[in-house]
């Protein structure tokens, strides 16, 4: 033992008396084998059931009418906050060859892009050399160009040229993230996961009449669609309205964010341009006079 210093341990390499004494007083306590297992258990119990009272005030305040909902709620889609489903974010016409349209899902900013010769695109809305929306760029191509330096990048979203440096490969990190996307009966839809469940939803027949935004999230304008007269249709995101003289409506939801839903009002394709004017107005009187009490 080296002079001038005290060991912290017995002779026989136990701890010393005074971490003894403290130990047999209670001043150190350790938790038992699988107490902090325990503890995450019961707090994973206390917060499982916050979505089930919420659906619960819900069904209270609106009795009799919640069977689509309540089968809506319980899709798995929902719960896990869409985390693997196909959602409506633009109509195939308003994306046309060499375009790029902005669009939102989930809070991401998405770039919708259409080669000259090839389907419709979605990528995050971001350059990976300055962060700039690539919405503000154009299409060349089968390739999408970052008006701010010119880099370009290819349908999978790697980088294939950089213009100050032509003669070097472009970064192997200089890759946009892109999202997985499909078009159906002349909607654009799409997914943030990397494997969406199954395939978009079908809505043949039918054309757009028009859109308009509301301030809810879709779990809480669930309840009020409900209360308006539609029912879920195979989708948590799409919603039949029920027969009204042989002109019902269809109603895509489009979560921007948590708290905004952009609904996309289809109508028969039929159908002509005074009587989907007729719709588009019962429409929106019906989802102001609702929604109010939702």
């Given at each position: 033992m080296e002079c001038g210093r005290t060991s912290r341990r017995g002779g026989n390499g136990q701890n010393g008396p005074g971490r003894h004494r403290l130990r047999q007083a209670g001043a150190v306590r350790r938790p038992a084998q699988g107490q902090h297992r325990q503890s995450a258990r019961s707090a994973g119990r206390r917060g499982a059931g916050c979505g089930d009272r919420r659906h619960e005030l819900v069904r209270r305040r609106h009795p009799g009418r919640t069977a689509s909902l309540s089968r809506a709620m319980s899709h798995e889609h929902v719960r896990g906050g869409f985390a693997d489903g196909w959602f409506p974010v633009e109509l195939s016409q308003h994306v046309a060859e060499g375009q790029v349209v902005q669009s939102m899902l989930h809070g991401q900013e998405l770039a919708l892009w259409r080669p000259l010769a090839g389907s419709v695109q979605a990528w995050e809305n971001r350059c990976p050399h300055r962060s700039v929306r690539l919405t503000l760029g154009f299409v060349?191509?089968?390739?999408?160009?970052?008006?701010?330096?010119?880099?370009?990048?290819?349908?999978?979203?790697?980088?294939?040229?950089?213009?100050?440096?032509?003669?070097?490969?472009?970064?192997?990190?200089?890759?946009?993230?892109?999202?997985?996307?499909?078009?159906?009966?002349?909607?654009?839809?799409?997914?943030?996961?990397?494997?969406?469940?199954?395939?978009?939803?079908?809505?043949?027949?039918?054309?757009?009449?028009?859109?308009?935004?509301?301030?809810?999230?879709?779990?809480?304008?669930?309840?009020?669609?409900?209360?308006?007269?539609?029912?879920?249709?195979?989708?948590?995101?799409?919603?039949?309205?029920?027969?009204?003289?042989?002109?019902?409506?269809?109603?895509?939801?489009?979560?921007?964010?948590?708290?905004?839903?952009?609904?996309?009002?289809?109508?028969?394709?039929?159908?002509?341009?005074?009587?989907?004017?007729?719709?588009?107005?019962?429409?929106?009187?019906l989802f102001n006079e609702e929604l109010s009490h939702a």
């Open positions: 060349a191509g089968d390739q999408l160009v970052c008006r701010y330096h010119g880099w370009r990048y290819g349908s999978d979203g790697r980088c294939t040229r950089v213009p100050s440096t032509p003669a070097l490969a472009p970064p192997p990190a200089a890759c946009v993230r892109t999202y997985q996307c499909r078009e159906a009966d002349g909607v654009v839809w799409a997914s943030l996961a990397l494997a969406p469940r199954g395939y978009p939803p079908r809505v043949p027949g039918l054309a757009s009449c028009r859109s308009f935004t509301l301030d809810r999230g879709v779990e809480a304008l669930a309840a009020g669609i409900e209360a308006a007269g539609f029912e879920c249709s195979g989708s948590p995101v799409v919603w039949r309205e029920r027969e009204t003289h042989g002109e019902a409506a269809t109603l895509l939801l489009q979560p921007l964010n948590a708290d905004t839903t952009c609904l996309w009002l289809l109508v028969a394709d039929a159908m002509s341009a005074p009587r989907r004017l007729a719709v588009a107005h019962r429409i929106k009187a």
